[in-house]
């Protein structure tokens, strides 16, 4: 007999995955459940049928009606805005009420690149591992969305996106093909105690992201490498944390000579294969326009 949740909560579920999520998981006949600021002007990012809480993963206690009845959580951490000092307080609140949770951590943790001192998603993973959750890990690899950077500089009319290490190849994942892993995982049997590598099946230059971008435009958009050191100037300037400025810069930087790791988790789990960076400029080509 499954013992999949038939009430999820949905943390950070504004954001790129949230909605997603939400989507994924009421196609699974879950009731969903999204924890929400008051003042977040995302909110109608959310599909209809999700049920809004108003919480705060800073203030643990905020969430104890959102959680009431729960069954899973699917857990994702908003790390440039908030520190982790809290994170063990949720999970103890989590695990009092649910059975079973999805984080969304990094590849980082897959290649053994984040410490597991660096209070990041290693640090989740492991707090994780010591309750009595029924838990899965979906180690991704970047977001699709993460081109949406590229944006203000292509919508501006130039024909040449500015940007570190345009030779860094991705296998970036398309947020929907995350959500739907962490849906299946939360309702249906076989993935308890898997750590997932969330790819997708193609890899690409970060340049060859914006060419793709400027094809559906019928702009041809060429790239300009910005120096390491003035990037990450840049990026503390516009609220990185210099930590995560470094890792990002390293990262991509390694990613120039070795291409970012990759698996078939979509296709396994789903049952499709993962979509293209093309399929996601598609659907989201007004954003560059």
């Not at 999970?91 to 999805?102: C, F, G, M, Y």
């Not at 030779?167 to 939360?186: F, I």
Request: overall charge negative.
């Amino acid at each position: 007999m499954s013992t999949a949740p038939h009430t999820v909560l949905i943390t950070a579920a504004t954001g790129n995955v949230g909605p997603h999520a939400a989507a994924g998981l009421l196609k699974q006949g879950a009731a969903v459940r999204a924890l929400v600021l008051k003042d977040d002007p995302a909110i109608e990012r959310l599909p209809d049928g999700v049920e809004l809480f108003y919480g705060d993963l800073a203030d643990p206690d905020s969430l104890d009606p959102a959680l009431d009845g729960v069954d899973g959580v699917f857990w994702m951490w908003p790390f440039f805005s908030l520190s982790v000092d809290t994170a063990p307080a949720v999970l103890a609140k989590i695990e009092r009420a649910a059975s079973r949770i999805a984080l969304v951590s990094s590849v980082g943790v897959h290649i053994g690149l984040e410490r597991r001192d660096n209070n990041c998603h290693a640090y989740l993973e492991e707090l994780i591992e010591k309750t009595t959750l029924d838990w899965t890990f979906l180690r991704t690899t970047g977001f699709m969305a993460n081109a949406l950077g590229f944006a203000p500089q292509i919508r501006g009319g130039g024909d040449t996106v500015h940007f570190p290490y345009g030779a860094a190849a991705r296998t970036s994942v398309h947020e929907a093909d995350l959500a739907e892993v962490g849906a299946r995982a939360l309702t249906s049997d076989g993935h308890v105690g898997k750590k997932y590598l969330v790819s997708g099946e193609e890899t690409l230059t970060q340049r060859e992201q914006v060419e793709i971008v400027g094809e559906l435009l019928g702009r041809r958009l060429g790239w300009a490498d910005v120096h390491h050191q003035a990037a990450r100037d840049q990026m503390v300037a516009t609220g990185w944390p210099p930590s995560y400025a470094d890792g990002a810069l390293d990262y991509f930087a390694m990613l120039t000579e070795q291409p970012e790791v990759g698996s078939t988790a979509v296709a396994e789990v789903t049952g499709r294969p993962a979509r293209a960076f093309r399929q996601w400029a598609e659907e989201n080509i007004g954003a560059f326009a």
